[in-house]
């Protein structure tokens, strides 16, 4: 059943009982995928929470933790579905933030304040996540690690992972299996 690749993918080959692959792969494309999608789902519940209790990078707003989220693409003629833990849409945040002075040098006086500064910024956690996963380059050349929190998440929860996805495919497969047979029987 499914095996980790690359220590991020889960690749899923169907082995095992003659019976349940053959049942499987008897249905239609669409009900193969409505399965595969439905395991796929829930099992990428468990990543998403590991990602939100992390402490591997420090949260000042708390926006990117709020934006946590999950999403599943299939890919319908392959029949390929793909679990996705990431920073959802909508949870931009305008921060406004105040201090400083902005100044002038006058030279029979010094420094002379000219008045205090105050700024909009705008955390939008889609435009940065893969920044703090990954790390990046900061002004001055200076280079910041990635906290590769979404990796680590991943590889706490494997085990729930699967053991998930296995069990809702098992009872998807055979109960969309079951509502086939009855369907061929109905005249």
């Known amino acids: 059943m499914p095996q980790v690749v690359n220590t991020i993918f889960v690749k899923m080959n169907m082995d095992g009982a003659r019976q349940c692959v053959q049942s499987f792969e008897d249905l239609k494309n669409g009900i193969k995928n409505r399965v595969i999608r439905k395991s796929v789902s829930t099992s990428v519940v468990p990543q998403n929470k590991a990602a939100k209790r992390t402490r591997r990078f420090r949260n000042r707003t708390g926006v990117l933790r709020k934006s946590l989220g999950t999403r599943v693409k299939?890919?319908?003629?392959?029949?390929?579905?793909?679990?996705?833990?990431?920073?959802?849409?909508?949870?931009?945040?305008?921060?406004?933030?105040t201090g400083g002075r902005l100044g002038a040098y006058d030279p029979g006086v010094g420094y002379r304040p000219v008045k205090w500064?105050?700024?909009?910024?705008?955390?939008?956690?889609?435009?940065?996540?893969?920044?703090?996963?990954l790390g990046h380059r900061v002004r001055g050349g200076r280079y910041v690690a990635g906290r590769d929190f979404l990796k680590m998440a991943f590889l706490q929860s494997k085990q729930e992972v699967l053991s998930r996805f296995n069990s809702k495919f098992t009872a998807e497969a055979g109960r969309e299996a079951m509502l086939a047979a009855a369907r061929a029987l109905k005249p």
Not at 79 to 86: A, E, K, P, Q, T
Request: charged share 20%; aromatic share 10%.
């Open 117 to 133: 500064y105050r700024t909009q910024l705008v955390i939008n956690p889609r435009k940065y996540i893969h920044l703090v996963e």
């Open 74 to 97: 299939t890919y319908r003629q392959s029949g390929v579905s793909i679990g996705l833990v990431g920073s959802r849409k909508g949870f931009a945040k305008t921060v406004i933030r």
